[in-house]
């Protein structure tokens, strides 16, 4: 649907373009903070981590490099427009990791002159200044089977930056948790942040099967266990036990 | 688990008793505006309503009502603590409907002053004024396939009294959809309060069957339909649909 874009610049001189790897919806968001809210997706390419169970490589290993495209703010506003017309009122912006992009800013700008509410996920590694403007933003530090490693100072940084805007704002954090090592990790985050919002949610340990009855069993079973999990903590209160809905309903399909 | 306190009157004389049904938890909240969160459940015994597909239908049918305990706010704390220990910090009363009791006020200042959460369902069909002092409230008014008639005038009442409480204080619409007619029921609730949080819940058709299997499907495959009747419309852009986490997770068991 993007082919129309493919590498082409944006007419706006003064703005550098977005590099886009999927724009879909409306749909539902599947996770977190705004689980369940019709949205728009924009996925942008480029990550500065390379998690091991990524469900999203694509925007980062290469597979996809050439269909990533050069949009403008207004490029991207009419295909979000082309998609769901009348029919939205909320964007999120995703990645790969988006916050590696200082350009959004202009992006984010005009979403809120349209009336659009925003949101956000990023791992929380990297500060832009328009992050203080993105209306629901979703920091997801990764847990160690992911095989990165948290820099603290930059998410104290991010944290600190987020807890200091406006009411009206919000953000939240989230882990994904596949094992005993994740939710030692979630604990330890909650537990450095323990007033911002926090959300803990089971893995997809198979992002390529397409076995949808065996893959929604396996991850009910893992949602299960993970509730059962919390439950048991006294250092897991004021939490939130997630699945992903979009895993459930669609399985692995993409651009859902 | 109640038995104990089964037929038992309050200590407290000047505290009417809570007839109740079922403590339980912790377990996640599988619905609504707290979905996910770590939470205990008060089922309070009776209900205005006799909504067709009710799932909770043994709080008022009579077939429960020898398992009703009569208990003061210090019971259900007492109950609550053995069952939770230090592993809870939030408690959702539930029906039946609970707003039916004036005497829930003293449950609510008790599990306050123990630093305790406390979130709410009811269906917005009576107004206590310790509603006031609840923290998340879900309004759950009640669409055509339950048989039910909604009352416009209580609901304006009971939505304009929660809609000037202080901040801080929280409450959604919910409305569980099971056919187009609900559906159209819903875009009506949420264009009457379009400044309240909604959500949109797929309905459970079968709150007997013991095969969870065939179930779960039937359950995922409701919540997609849903998913795309509400994508399709521009009446319904400012939403959230949900499923119901705990029937995909356990499907009709009881207790958890």
Request: proline share 6%.
């Amino acid at each position: 649907m993007l082919e129309a874009y493919k590498n082409q610049t944006s007419s706006e001189a003064v703005v550098r373009p977005v590099p886009v790897l999927e724009v879909f919806g409306p749909t539902v968001q599947g996770e977190g903070m705004v689980i369940g809210r019709k949205t728009m997706f924009v996925r942008t390419a480029g990550c500065d981590y390379r998690c091991s169970w990524c469900d999203s490589a694509f925007t980062w290993d290469g597979s996809a490099k050439d269909s990533i495209a050069l949009l403008s703010p207004e490029d991207i506003w009419e295909e979000l427009y082309r998609l769901g017309g009348e029919r939205f009122d909320h964007v999120t912006i995703s990645g790969g990791n988006p916050a590696l992009l200082p350009q959004l800013g202009s992006l984010v700008d005009l979403l809120h002159s349209r009336g659009i509410t925003v949101a956000l996920e990023t791992q929380g590694s990297r500060w832009q200044p328009w992050l203080s403007d993105i209306d629901e933003i979703t920091l997801s530090p990764k847990p160690p089977s992911s095989r990165m490693d948290t820099d603290w100072n930059i998410l104290d940084d991010v944290v600190s930056r987020l807890s200091a805007r406006e009411p009206g704002r919000s953000f939240s954090l989230k882990v994904v948790v596949f094992d005993d090592r994740d939710l030692s990790y979630a604990k330890t985050v909650h537990e450095r942040y323990p007033n911002v919002p926090f959300y803990i949610q089971a893995g997809n340990p198979d992002v390529s099967t397409t076995n949808q009855t065996a893959h929604v069993a396996d991850l009910l079973l893992r949602y299960e266990q993970l509730i059962e999990a919390v439950m048991a903590s006294d250092r897991l209160n004021d939490v939130r036990v997630l699945p992903q809905l979009h895993t459930l309903v669609w399985s692995n399909k993409r651009g859902v």
